[in-house]
């Protein structure tokens, strides 16, 4: 079972920015906070992750709570292709050799209207 | 660089029929590997996973069956497939020498429909 919980749609226009939040309140002192999206048909993506601190890339922004409870991903400028259903997941970071078993919810479906 | 193949792309399959999707990984040794299947509308479900040659896991009891012949290729089977097995499945790969062990690879998919 997934260990997150993310509202199952969204909306936001086009220019705006896009904060998708997600609650992680099980979360393990050594596990990550993922994310990934998935544009319709084809495989889910990597966007961005973090343990504590506060995140950013060229694609989004990671931003997560003290507690480490809770966090929010935000698209700063939200395009048309920024469309797709985004997935917050924990994992632990191990050696390449161990495994790593990866549980993704149903994510939040993300529209960007024009 | 890392790349992850599978295929076909698209099937359409009647129930009853055997089943043979594949995936490769370029690029890295020893990775983890993962097949995914989602549903229509619904979200990723872990099928199987691998750390190593003739290494599965199963997390999902069902008609399905995994093989990892080799250490960068990753083989879903069914001898009997189900209306239910219709889905779109996804291979994916992290770690191994070479690539990135903090975040996972998706390949392009197979769009499975059985009739």
């Known amino acids: 079972d997934a260990k997150t919980t993310q509202p199952p749609s969204m909306d936001c226009a086009e220019g705006r920015a896009a904060n998708l939040p997600c609650n992680h309140s099980?979360?393990?002192?050594?596990?990550?906070v993922y994310w990934y999206r998935q544009i319709h048909s084809q495989g889910p993506q990597y966007i961005i992750h973090?343990?504590?601190n506060n995140e950013t890339n060229e694609m989004a922004s990671l931003i997560i709570t003290e507690d480490r409870k809770s966090s929010t991903l935000i698209l700063p400028h939200a395009t048309l292709r920024d469309t797709a259903v985004y997935y917050c997941?924990?994992?632990?970071?191990?050696?390449?050799?161990?495994?790593?078993?990866?549980?993704f919810g149903i994510g939040t479906k993300l529209q960007v209207i024009p | 660089s890392q790349t992850i193949h599978q295929w076909p792309a698209t099937l359409v399959q009647p129930v009853g029929s055997p089943l043979s999707l594949e995936c490769t990984v370029e690029?890295?040794?020893?990775?983890?590997l993962y097949w995914y299947r989602q549903a229509a509308g619904r979200g990723l479900q872990l099928l199987f996973y691998?750390?190593?040659?003739?290494?599965i896991s199963s997390e999902v009891p069902q008609n399905l069956s995994a093989s990892r012949p080799q250490d960068r290729q990753f083989i879903l089977s069914s001898k009997k497939l189900l209306l239910s097995d219709s889905g779109f499945y996804l291979c994916?790969?992290?770690?191994?020498?070479?690539?990135?062990?903090?975040?996972?690879?998706f390949g392009p998919g197979t769009r499975l429909t059985v009739l």
């Open positions: 994916a790969w992290r770690g191994g020498t070479g690539g990135p062990y903090n975040e996972q690879f």
């Open positions: 099980t979360i393990s002192g050594n596990e990550y």
């Open positions: 973090g343990l504590k």
């Open positions: 997941i924990t994992q632990a970071v191990g050696y390449s050799g161990g495994y790593q078993k990866v549980t």
């Open positions: 690029g890295t040794s020893n990775p983890n």
């Open positions: 691998s750390v190593g040659i003739g290494q």
